[in-house]
């Protein structure tokens, strides 16, 4: 499929830096609340979860808000791969969508650190990479794609902010693992040693099992709704094209 549409998108450079900046207010809020919660609530577990997954989900849909307009509101590898696959965009933006979500998300992670006085770097101990984790990281990431791509094949996008939000705060609870479902924060929480984080040697195995589950999505989306054009694919999550010039 080609990227090809009667609109086009803002400059790549406005959507690097709208990726870089949700990527970074998302690790924020998901280690900010997970130090928050383990503060608050000492030795409860349960509630500690509740307290992040919460968070998560509200501060994930007024991210999307704010920077899809610009850059469509990824904030996440998979679903930018997911959407090149989809041609929806370009595979080289794509591509250069990755670093600036990565980078985001250290950021976003070194400034949930400062913000609670801790060190601004720790390298999280928390090992996850479990069988159990890892598959569940497979079912977290495909049904988030499914959840993003079923609704913009069905003309529902106003609904993804929301939808996303609440599908994350859910996988909090339904996994595991947590729902990480995104490489790039998997990445960022590597950097805090706290109750959202994970050791390095954990990190391979969630990307992997994220990719997985990625794949597995594109093609159960493709299987269920086999008529997904690229312009549908190009309003992902949130539209942000601007009328071509003429």
């Known amino acids: ?14 959507r690097l830096l709208a990726e870089l900046l949700g990527s ?8 900010g609340s997970g130090i928050a919660a383990q503060t608050l609530s000492p030795g409860d577990t349960g509630l500690q979860l509740f307290e992040n997954a919460t968070a998560t989900a509200a501060g994930l849909f007024a991210i999307i808000l704010m920077f899809g307009p610009v850059s469509g509101g990824h904030f996440n590898p998979v679903v930018s791969l997911a959407d090149a696959r989809f041609g929806g965009m370009g595979w080289r933006d794509a591509l250069a969508y990755i670093p600036a979500q ?14 609670f006085s801790l060190a601004a770097i720790s390298i999280s101990t928390h090992h996850r990479a479990s069988p159990a984790h890892l598959f569940s990281e497979v079912i977290a990431t495909s049904g988030l794609v499914l959840v993003i791509f079923s609704l913009a094949r069905t003309r529902r996008l106003s609904f993804a902010p929301a939808a996303v939000g609440a599908y994350i705060g859910a996988a909090y609870f339904f996994t595991s693992s947590a729902g990480f479902a ?13 109750f959202a984080g994970i050791a390095p040697a954990s990190v ?6 994220q990719l997985v589950g990625g794949a597995c999505a594109v093609g159960l989306v ?4 086999p008529q997904m054009p690229p312009a549908a694919a190009a309003e992902v999550l949130v539209p942000h094209a601007q009328k071509a010039a003429g």
């Open 1 to 14: 499929m080609q990227y090809d549409h009667a609109v086009n998108p803002p400059p790549l450079p406005r």
């Open 24 to 31: 970074a207010f998302l690790a924020a809020l998901v280690i």
């Open 102 to 115: 990565v980078t985001g998300c250290v950021l976003g992670a070194v400034a949930a650190n400062a913000m």
């Open 182 to 194: 995104n490489p790039a924060i998997t990445v960022g929480r590597i950097f805090s040693n706290t």
């Open 204 to 209: 391979p195995g969630f990307v992997i099992a």
């Open 222 to 225: 493709r299987v269920l709704y």
